[in-house]
């Protein structure tokens, strides 16, 4: 079984920064790509970045240009920085990462249970 755990959320005033962390552990082989998703009060999940195994990554345009996500492969973690966050930010993180188990299988999908993260002064 792989699990991913995220951490890091918690409330802060707009402006601010936070960093969120997701660990995924398990029998793990390797990690293509890893995600960061969120959802709002009310609202349908949205993907944030993506970076994928050669770090490449990609944004929304709600976050292009302050939010960056990186990865430590050794340590099989994603990270989120989020900088001049603001209120409609509000969201609880969800991390996501295609996972293969073994070197001759194919990727699974796995999602975190989630972090809450909110704006507000």
């Known amino acids: 079984q792989v699990q991913l755990v995220e951490s890091g959320g918690d409330l802060v005033q707009p402006g601010g920064s936070l960093r969120l962390s997701c660990a995924a552990s398990g029998s793990i082989f390797s990690i293509n790509a890893m995600r960061w998703y969120r959802q709002a009060p009310g609202k349908e999940r949205e993907l944030v970045a993506t970076?994928?195994?050669?770090?490449?990554?990609n944004y929304s345009d709600s976050v292009k240009g302050r939010f960056t996500i990186s990865r430590d492969n050794a340590k099989n973690t994603v990270y989120l920085q989020m900088n001049s966050l603001k209120p409609e930010d509000t969201a609880v993180y969800y991390c996501?990462?295609?996972?293969?188990?073994?070197?001759?299988?194919?990727?699974?999908?796995?999602w975190g249970k989630g972090t809450l993260v909110t704006v507000s002064s």
């Open positions: 996501n990462a295609d996972v293969l188990l073994y070197s001759w299988s194919y990727e699974t999908n796995y």
């Open positions: 970076i994928t195994k050669g770090d490449t990554t």
